[in-house]
């Protein structure tokens, strides 16, 4: 048997309660602000626009979607495009406590959303570790045990019977991939059967020309200069990206050396603006990526994550990156009982 026959329509499961409880909480709006977490990904961004879909077809509810931040990865733009540039950059004014909001893929309180404690936050749906301030929302549907916010939304899309359009199986499709890394990382048995769902109503070529964006020739010298900036201890790569032109470039990269062999864990530092970004990386679930990085930042800025994949980010307020990320490395080797002398090996 093929692996896409392993999952029959029917046993993809369809949020019949959740679509229930809230379309009611979303039927008196009369607006709606679409919030995914800052620089959103390709699961944010599909979680967004499922939402805005859904609620469209099913109250006539026209939403809008905005993000904080910046879409600076090659193939998340080349996403953007695909759709139609249904995100619009937003800017501070447009937060008002009279427009409600709906957060995606992120949660009240995480500090990777423009929310404040005067937000109208009206929806919460999102994957990751449950968060209490998640309890001012009138709807809430947090399951961390689902590998993507897309999974999430294709439940609701079909129990409510809607058509769902080319571009939308698409981008849904793509933020499950990406999420779970292929089905290979924090995936679950319903995120599995969403993406082999999708998979035959996808357009092939589209999401083609998306994993194939063109980058700039910078782009392969930050790469190769990472490379020279990276120390092996052990079974851990520890990598400094430098100042980045986007800000997940240091997740992109963390992803990319976690091919390197007898690896058990990837820390990839990058400057971005006035913020430290910190992506950690491991390749099974009985490892706690989260807690790595959330011991590394500290109480210096705020982190989180899953099992193989988290991040952590810390306000640099004028300091050296170089003091801090001396002083973060120094906390990453003590968590890993790697002694605080060791002297990394350089990758090439």
Known sequence: ???????SEEEVPMSIEQLELLLEAAGSLDDLLILPHNDPDPDAIAGAVGLRYLLAETLNLEGRIAFKGI??????????????????????????????????DTQPGTGNNPWTPETDVAIVIDHHAWRKGSTVAKFIDVRPEVGAV??????????????????????????????????SRE??????????YLQ??????ALAEIERAQVPAAYFKTFATTLERTHVYGDTAIAYVGSMEYPDLAAEIADLLLRLERIEWVICLGVYQDTLLVAV????????????????????????????????????????????IAQLTGRALKYLDIAPNTAGRSLI
């Open 281 to 324: 990386r491991a390749p099974n679930q009985q490892k706690n990526a989260g807690a790595l990085a959330r011991t590394i930042v500290g109480q210096d800025g705020i982190a989180g994550g899953h099992n193989t994949m988290a991040g952590g980010q810390i306000p640099l307020l004028g300091e050296n990156p170089e003091t801090t």
């Open 200 to 205: 035959p109503q996808i357009d092939v070529d």
């Open 71 to 104: 879409i600076g990865r090659a193939e998340n733009r080349a996403l953007v495009r695909y759709l139609n540039h249904p995100l619009e950059p937003l800017s501070e004014m447009e937060i008002s406590p009279t427009i409600p909001v709906a957060l995606i």
């Open 187 to 196: 995936v679950s048995s319903t995120d599995a059967a969403a993406y082999f």
């Open 1 to 7: 048997m093929n692996r896409e026959e392993t999952y």
């Open 150 to 183: 897309a999974t999430m939304l294709l439940g609701y899309l079909r129990a409510a019977g809607v058509e769902l359009p080319t571009w939308l199986t698409t981008a849904l499709f793509y933020g499950i991939k990406t999420d779970t890394r292929g089905l």
